[in-house]
């Protein structure tokens, strides 16, 4: 029994007290039940007795099963750290914890999973895995099989060999369903090894526990027929692939709800990465009830692990709203998967630069240094994504203590990302205006704060067409007096107030604002809201006939053909590739519905350029037929006078759908968050 103080003697406890030792043993037992609702308060008021030292044994021992019961709850950070303090001292002290320190080894082995940190993870795994026995060592085995699944060797296939063994007692009825599990998770890493042969006979063992084909199936058969399909695919199986991706229910969601993400960013080809335009991954995701993605986990990769869980951390930020998550059936918001590829666009999502982008970073940098005590530390550490909730709860914080300079930064951060109903919303965008009204900012701060917040209007967000609302508000706002003073904030609103596509114009007013960006020497000679108006007013001389004043305008921006690709404003479509034979009958004959997000460049006639799809729901169904149509699209004509790139990694969203009396494809642009 644990002694306080490491004492040979239980502390004796007063007349009608409870000893230390009772209440000690108390929490100890329910924590042993999971109990953790009564285990927390007991162990953190034992945590604060002068008996129970941090250090010592009791007090190590409190700490680890206090923090086991904290990660078991959702506080997964601050139940870590107390785990990773007391773990030391419980393995160096402690005799008979062995089975607190396999709980605590493995706990920090999945904490470090769910952070993408293979070596740290697979440590504590394999710790934990050495001091338990029999069935005990499943959840190890298991997780050591999904973390090494993409490594290539044998500690994976090893696990699982292992796992089949103890899953399967002699004497006992082995559970099929466990069977199932372990054969599926088999066959992953076997295909994920290029093993594809071996990889379909373990899911023919796995299908065949489960009950074969039949129509009604739970999340887990759904989804292991997901797995027979991939292994189908990769196999060249067509026919195969198609009847059990059907059979998953995959691609047959009334109304496609998965499109409307107002977040769903595929991960960066580069260094950054290690991604190459060739990787690919398929991630199998789950959506909480706030919208947010709450797991993803590679399920197939073309590389290592790295490469397989940059897929996997760039689906972890997406997000839907509230609204459009719930009309998600639950089934399939308990798991999905989708096919990925890198791209190679800067992030704006649109094909060429934002408008925005300057000055978005000159708030930027003044909102992080008057807002990080409010972010979540962790957070900051792995560079994270800031999500609507965890803002939301910054900018509560930040108002409760009256921080208006904090308050305004988060509302304003928050406003391109809130997912919250619409009139919740626009009342945190008046309360941001508001601010800059009735607190004491720098010029500076309260014009790129009026003109950022003036860029999101939530009322339009479920719309495919903009009414203007935005590009009137920020032609208000370039002329007024204050921000007029502020060079960078009035081209920034001005470039807003116009079309933001480039289409040949008559419209005096737009080229006349144009104009005025483009001769405004407030800013460098080559800075990027002077160099995107005169290639806007470029490409309208060129459309226009007028080659002279193009190639002057072009040459004023200083730029290669390669940049002006890369920073140029987007042309219009004009055609969409979409034919009547546009969808493709294999899946048409399946009942497929799906959409595709694609990456291509512009040429400089408005043809298209290397169509590759990037994201693709269901996996590997529409991909090659989206690519047709975006090769056949056509966009306005830019001038180049090399006639290369117009604009670089452009996309688009093909979404296929099947009404009832005839199939069609449309295709639709990706609306900016």
């Not at 601050?78 to 493995?106: C, T, W």
């Not at 082995?174 to 090894?193: V, Y």
């Not at 590829?341 to 999502?349: E, I, K, L, M, V």
Request: proline share 5%; glycine share 8%.
């Amino acid at each position: 029994m644990l002694q306080a103080q490491e004492q040979k003697e239980p502390v004796a406890a007063p007349a009608g007290k409870v000893s230390l030792q009772d209440r000690f043993n108390t929490a100890s037992e329910a924590w042993e039940k999971n109990d953790c609702a009564t285990a927390v308060p007991i162990f953190t008021a034992l945590a604060g007795d002068p008996h129970f030292k941090p250090g010592s044994l009791p007090g190590s021992v409190v700490g680890l099963r206090r923090g086991l019961c904290l990660i078991r709850t959702g506080h997964q950070d601050e139940g870590e750290a107390m785990i990773s303090a007391a773990l030391p001292v419980v393995r160096a002290k402690g005799q008979g914890f062995d089975v607190d320190i396999a709980m605590a080894e493995y706990q920090l082995g999945v904490q470090a999973m769910y952070r993408w940190d293979h070596d740290t993870a697979l440590a504590h795994l394999r710790a934990s895995l050495a001091l338990e026995h029999g069935t005990g060592r499943l959840d190890a085995l298991a997780r050591i099989a999904q973390l090494t699944a993409f490594d290539g060797g044998r500690e994976g296939l090893d696990a699982v060999d292992e796992a089949l063994r103890l899953a399967q007692p002699a004497g006992a009825t082995p559970s099929k369903t466990a069977l199932a599990e372990w054969h599926t998770l088999h066959a992953r890493i076997l295909l994920n090894q290029g093993d594809v042969k071996g990889g379909r006979a373990e899911l023919k063992a796995a299908l065949a526990l489960s009950g074969g084909e039949k129509d009604h199936v739970t999340l887990a058969e759904a989804l292991l027929r997901a797995d027979v399909a991939q292994a189908a695919m990769l196999d060249h199986d067509k026919d195969e692939a198609y009847k059990f991706m059907a059979l998953s229910g995959a691609g047959r969601i009334d109304k496609s709800p998965f499109v409307r993400a107002r977040m769903m960013e595929p991960p960066s080809c580069g260094p950054d990465t290690g991604l190459t335009m060739e990787d690919s991954a398929v991630v199998e995701f789950s959506i909480g009830d706030d919208g947010m993605v709450s797991s993803a986990q590679p399920i197939y990769a073309s590389g290592n692990y790295a490469k397989a869980t940059a897929f996997a951390r760039a689906v972890s930020n997406w997000a839907w709203s509230p609204q459009d998550a719930a009309n998600i059936p639950a089934f399939f918001r308990a798991a999905s998967r989708i096919e990925l590829r890198c791209t190679n666009a800067d992030g704006n999502g649109s094909g060429g630069a934002s408008p925005l982008a300057p000055l978005r970073h000159r708030f930027d940098q003044w909102a992080q240094g008057v807002a990080v005590s409010y972010l979540p530390a962790q957070t900051l550490a792995d560079d994270k994504p800031l999500t609507w909730p965890v803002l939301v709860t910054a900018v509560q914080a930040a108002q409760d203590r009256k921080d208006d300079a904090a308050e305004l930064a988060l509302r304003t951060l928050l406003a391109p990302r809130d997912l919250r109903p619409v009139a919740t919303v626009r009342a945190s965008i008046d309360r941001a205006r508001a601010l800059t009204q009735e607190s004491p900012q720098a010029p500076e701060v309260r014009n790129a704060a009026l003109v950022l917040l003036a860029d999101v209007v939530p009322e339009q967000r479920d719309r495919r067409r903009d009414d203007g609302t935005a590009a009137a508000a920020q032609l208000m706002l370039a002329d007024d007096p204050t921000l007029a003073q502020d060079a960078l904030a009035q081209d920034t609103a001005l470039l807003l107030s116009v079309t933001r596509r480039a289409r040949g114009s008559d419209n005096p007013k737009t080229a006349e604002t144009l104009q005025r960006v483009a001769g405004d020497t407030r800013l460098g000679d080559h800075h990027p809201l002077r160099q995107f108006a005169q290639l806007r007013l470029a490409n309208d001389a060129a459309r226009k006939g007028d080659l002279a004043q193009a190639q002057t305008l072009f040459a004023a921006t200083g730029l290669s053909a390669e940049q002006c690709a890369l920073i140029g404003p987007k042309p219009a479509m004009s055609s969409n590739g979409a034919g009547a034979t546009a969808f493709p009958m294999d899946a048409l004959r399946w009942g497929f519905e799906g959409w595709v997000r694609t990456e291509f460049d512009i040429q400089a006639d408005g043809h298209t350029a290397g169509a590759r799809a990037v994201v693709s729901y269901p996996p590997f169904i529409f991909a090659n037929a989206a690519q047709r149509i975006l090769n056949g699209a056509r966009y306005q004509s830019s001038f180049r006078p090399d006639g290369g790139a117009a604009c670089s990694a452009n996309n688009e969203m093909v979404k296929f759908t099947i009404p009832s009396n005839m199939n069609t494809v449309s295709v639709t642009t990706k609306k900016k968050v």
